[in-house]
Structures are given as C-alpha cells and as structure tokens.
C-alpha cells in the first residue's frame, strides 16, 4: 500500500470513530420533563434538620426516579428542609445533573459519582439481568458515597412513589437497629439461598443466634449511616459478594448480602411504607395487587414498570396511580423552539 494511502487512513479511520461516538451520543440523549413547580415548606413545618434521600440515577430508569422525587415533594409538610443524594456514574453526571436542576430548579441536592469498577469483578449472574448492573450495588457503598456530615438517610429506589409525608418515615425509631425497613416473615426465607448455603455450616450459621430471619425489599430503608460506618457494613456486604462468586450461594444480585448482613436484626417498619410487588412477577409479568392495609408507598419492584406499561397501552390497574407523578414530555407533545 502507498505510503499516501497509509497516511490518509490513519487520519481518517479516528475522525469517523470520532463522527460515529458523537452521532451514538446525540441519539441517547436523556428524555425531557416538564418543569415542577417550586414546592415550599408548610406551616406545621417545625424542624430544622435536613431530611437526606438517596436515590441511584441513570438514564434507564430517570422517568421513574423523577416521579419519585417529584411524589415525595408533592406530599411532604417539610420539602425545603429536604436534600436529594443522586448516586450515578461519572459518565452520566453531567447530563444528569442539567436535568434535575431543569426539572426541579429550586431542588436542593447531590450527585455522587459511583465507581463501577468497584463491583465489576463482584457481581454474579442472578435471575434477571436488570439486577446484574453495577449501579444496583451502589446502596452497599453509601457510607463511601455521602459525605461524614450526613448521619441518617432514607434509601429508596427508583420505581416508587410516595404519597403520605416522608417525615413520617425519617422520624422512626431504629433504637439500637442500624437499619429500618417492613419486613415480610410470612416470605420463606430459605428460598432467597441455594443448595449449597444451606448444605455449608459455615454460610448457614450466619443466622443461628440471630432472632428470627425475615424477608425485607431493600427498595425502602432508613438508615444509621453512623451506625453502618462504625461496624463497617459495607465491608461485610462486600465479603458476601465475593464468597457469592467463588460458592454460588444465591441468585437475586445485590439483595441476598443485605439479607445475610441484617436478617434478624432488621427494625420492623410498618408495611404501608413499601407496598412493593406492583411490576409484577418475575416470569409473567402478570398485575399486582395492593397489599392488605393502608399505602404510604408504592413500589414498582419486579418486571413491569408502570411507564412502560403505560407507553404501551398495556397497563395494569394501578399503574394509573403512578401515571399522575409522571413530568415526562411525550416526543408528540414537543414543540420546536
């Protein structure tokens, strides 16, 4: 080959690479909502003590976590005294970032940069491939993530809404409980193992002398984050990861560890605070029902997300309770300026 020829596709080989990165982005640029309006504290406000949410955000599921924010905000007596913890990767931050602030301008909050690499080597395959992205796993890190100064914080995902005031749940009790969240005891907790924990004395003894194990979603939970530095949680959560990977010890992605550090030593939260369930099961997808007894929270978990449900004109019942937080501008719906 000529050397001309040479010199022309080494020039031209990265200016095409270049072409294509920046077409690939322009194409994946995030969805656009619809301004909140300013949400301002009541007058049966009476503290002055910020209340901290932590939320994972990323453009996969950033129409439900704007929901989210925007049905906490919506129903709480105190929204000003509020701070938001976005915990999303380094990537994704800025684009992010301009969303929140253009969607909530008056929205007090942080974005915190997760570093994926911290799991990639950790994370087994589990039952569905939505729990296998690394960014499920940034709740095990929260006491790298936020800052020293922020003592307790509420922990929530990304597929819920709230519709009673989040200050009720801020203020509960966790006496001497390093986290807080409902718990399921009906659940049969030896399915959340295999074989293989169960058939091993070193992994099944984990729970001998804990008071009875339940079920708890860690979608919800109220956390000591004082508490969980000083007995350092998130290095046992990450030494059951890697026993995971070398036994196999269960199948569901990041729950199973939060499980084996804190089943049994859970503070009950009342279940109204995480009506989960509602995507559906795992294999079908079929619709969920509410659980018996009053709703605070509705949770998303599993399969189905109501905007999709909804996009596709395939709703279950009680998507339409979702349908009302949504801020999404629908491409039709879009004018050019």
Excluded at 73 to 84: D, G, I, K, M, R
Excluded at 171 to 189: K, Q, R, T, V, W
């Amino acid at each position: 080959m000529p050397q001309t020829h040479r010199f022309l596709i080494t020039i031209t080989f990265p200016l095409i690479l270049l072409l294509l990165i920046q077409t690939t982005t322009s194409l994946q640029q995030p969805p656009q909502f619809q301004e909140a309006p300013a949400f301002r504290n009541g007058k049966q406000c009476n503290i002055t003590d910020k209340i901290h949410i932590a939320m994972t955000l990323d453009t996969t599921y950033l129409r439900g976590s704007i929901a989210g924010v925007f049905s906490i905000l919506q129903h709480s007596t105190c929204p000003e005294n509020t701070v938001f913890h976005f915990l999303t990767t380094y990537h994704l931050s800025t684009t992010l970032r301009r969303t929140i602030t253009t969607t909530f301008p008056y929205l007090s909050f942080y974005i915190h940069h997760f570093n994926t690499f911290l799991v990639k080597n950790k994370i087994s395959t589990s039952i569905r491939r939505a729990l296998d992205q690394p960014l499920n796993y940034a709740r095990i890190y929260l006491a790298h993530l936020l800052p020293n100064t922020v003592d307790r914080v509420i922990y929530l995902d990304s597929d819920i809404i709230v519709v009673d005031d989040i200050i009720n749940l801020w203020e509960i009790n966790l006496n001497s409980h390093i986290i807080g969240a409902p718990e399921y005891c009906h659940a049969n907790f030896t399915y959340y193992f295999t074989s293989k924990f169960w058939s091993n004395p070193a992994f099944s003894e984990t729970f001998k002398r804990r008071a009875r194990p339940c079920y708890f979603n860690t979608g919800v939970m109220v956390i000591d984050m004082t508490k969980w530095r000083k007995v350092k949680i998130t290095e046992k959560l990450v030494k059951w990861m890697e026993i995971q990977k070398r036994y196999r010890i269960y199948e569901l992605g990041s729950l199973p560890p939060f499980l084996l550090v804190f089943g049994g030593e859970v503070k009950g939260v009342e279940h109204r605070w995480n009506q989960h369930g509602l995507g559906g099961d795992n294999v079908k997808g079929l619709c969920r029902d509410l659980h018996p007894g009053p709703v605070s929270l509705l949770h998303w978990s599993g399969k189905g997300k109501p905007w999709l449900r909804l996009d596709s004109k395939r709703a279950c019942p009680l998507d339409g309770l979702w349908a009302p937080y949504d801020l999404f501008k629908h491409p039709a719906l879009i004018t050019d300026r």
